[in-house]
């Protein structure tokens, strides 16, 4: 009997490199850092510690904090794209083709301020996996610092 597929996508283990990153999450919350790269090589496992983090995000923070995640896919890439994939990877509703682009802008600030404040800790997290894909099609180099 084959066990059922969606079993395994519910289902995260915590890895020792999972568990590795979910302790470095915690401390670059104790000390109040607000930004960070998670870097590695293919396959080694960072898209399922997202998803690990995602869904144990009390464990791991030792409260309820909204996480967003947002798989990037390289493809040609305007401002509004962002804007666009940003607020469909919250759950957003879609916004139509006529809305502006500033207008598509203020609403996804205005969402991730009021999704941090909902929580009641002006906390939020936001994992963009395959950001280097994101920077290149925004036409930002690395500079390797």
């Keep these: 009997m084959n066990p059922n597929p ?8 915590a890895t020792p490199p999972i568990e590795e990153l979910a302790n470095m999450l915690r401390q670059w919350f104790a000390v109040g850092i607000i930004g960070a790269l998670i870097h590695g090589p293919s396959r080694a496992g960072k898209s399922n510690a997202i998803e690990y983090v995602k869904r144990k995000r009390v464990e791991v923070f030792g409260y309820e904090i909204p996480v967003v995640a947002i798989q990037w896919k390289k ?15 919250c759950g957003h509703s ?33 994992f963009i996996d395959d950001a280097q894909d994101m920077m290149a099609d925004l036409g930002v180099r690395h500079l390797g610092v």
């Design 6 to 13: 969606s079993l395994f996508t519910e289902l995260r283990l």
């Design 75 to 89: 493809v040609a890439l305007k401002e509004r794209d962002f804007h666009e994939r940003f607020l469909s990877a």
């Design 94 to 126: 879609l916004p139509s083709q006529r809305t502006p682009n500033r207008q598509l802008e203020s609403r996804l600030i205005e969402y991730l301020a009021s999704e941090a404040t909902r929580s009641g800790n002006s906390n939020l997290v936001v």
